[in-house]
T-cell receptor
C-alpha cells in the first residue's frame, strides 16, 4: 500500500492566488481528514469526510477555504484567495472506521508570499 | 469537551537515557488513546495505541499504559537513541470520529 498521497509536497504562491492541495487516501478507508499545522497553533482539524460526505467543517477558518471529495479516492483543499497567514503545512489523513488511528500523508508545505 | 495536555518541551536527553513524556486527558465516555511521532519533514505516524483502561500499547521499545484512574497515558522508553529525535503527540478519540491532539513534545537525543 502506498499510503496517503499528497501533492504537491511544496507550494510557493503569491498572495491573492488560488491554491489547490490534493490528497489520495488509502483504498478502503472511509474517513478523510484535513489538518493544518503551524508553530503557533499546532495541529488544527479543518474538515473531515465520511464516505465522501463532509461531516464537520467547523474548523475551516473562513470562506476562502473549501474542500471537496468527489469520490472515494480523491480530495482537494482549495484556498482562494490565498494570504500570507495561510502559510503552514497541510496534512491529509485517512482511516477505516472509528476504532483505530489515522494514517497521515507527508503533507504539503504552503508558503504564501 | 475533549482535551489532551502534554508536558512542554523541548526535551533533550543523552543517548541511552530513560524517557518519559507525560500526557493527561479529559474526555467524555471511554476514549481510545494514541501516541503519534513526527520525524522532521514528515507526516505523523502512529506509534502505539490503547483502547481500554489498563491496556498497554507498545512499539519500537516505547510503551504507554492507559490509566483511567489518573486519566493519563504517559510515554516511556528505557533507552533512547539518536534516531528517536522527533516530535511526539498524544491524542484521544472519544465520542466522535476525530482525533484530539496535544500540542506535541519535541525530543532531541544527543550522542
Amino acid at each position: 500500500d502506498a499510503g496517503v498521497i499528497q501533492s504537491p509536497r511544496h507550494e510557493v504562491t503569491e498572495m491573492g492566488q488560488e491554491v489547490t492541495l490534493r490528497c489520495k487516501p488509502i483504498s478502503g478507508h472511509d474517513y478523510l481528514f484535513w489538518y493544518r499545522q503551524t508553530m503557533m497553533r499546532g495541529l488544527e482539524l479543518l474538515i473531515y469526510f465520511n464516505n465522501n460526505v463532509p461531516i464537520d467543517d467547523s474548523g475551516m477558518p473562513e470562506d476562502r477555504f473549501s474542500a471537496k471529495m468527489p469520490n472515494a479516492s480523491f480530495s482537494t483543499l482549495k484556498i482562494q484567495p490565498s494570504e500570507p497567514r495561510d502559510s503552514a503545512v497541510y496534512f491529509c489523513a485517512s482511516s477505516q472506521g472509528t476504532g483505530g488511528g489515522y494514517t497521515f500523508g507527508s503533507g504539503t508545505r504552503l508558503t504564501v508570499v | 469537551g475533549n482535551s489532551v495536555t502534554q508536558m512542554e518541551g523541548p526535551v533533550t536527553l543523552s543517548e541511552e537515557a530513560f524517557l518519559t513524556i507525560n500526557c493527561t486527558y479529559t474526555a467524555t465516555g471511554y476514549p481510545s488513546l494514541f501516541w503519534y511521532v513526527q520525524y522532521p519533514g514528515e507526516g505523523l505516524q502512529l506509534l502505539l495505541k490503547a483502547t481500554k483502561a489498563d491496556d498497554k500499547g507498545s512499539n519500537k521499545g516505547f510503551e504507554a499504559t492507559y490509566r483511567k484512574e489518573t486519566t493519563s497515558f504517559h510515554l516511556e522508553k528505557g533507552s533512547v537513541q539518536v534516531s528517536d529525535s522527533a516530535v511526539y503527540f498524544c491524542a484521544l478519540r472519544a465520542g466522535s470520529y476525530q482525533l484530539t491532539f496535544g500540542k506535541g513534545t519535541k525530543l532531541s537525543v544527543i550522542p
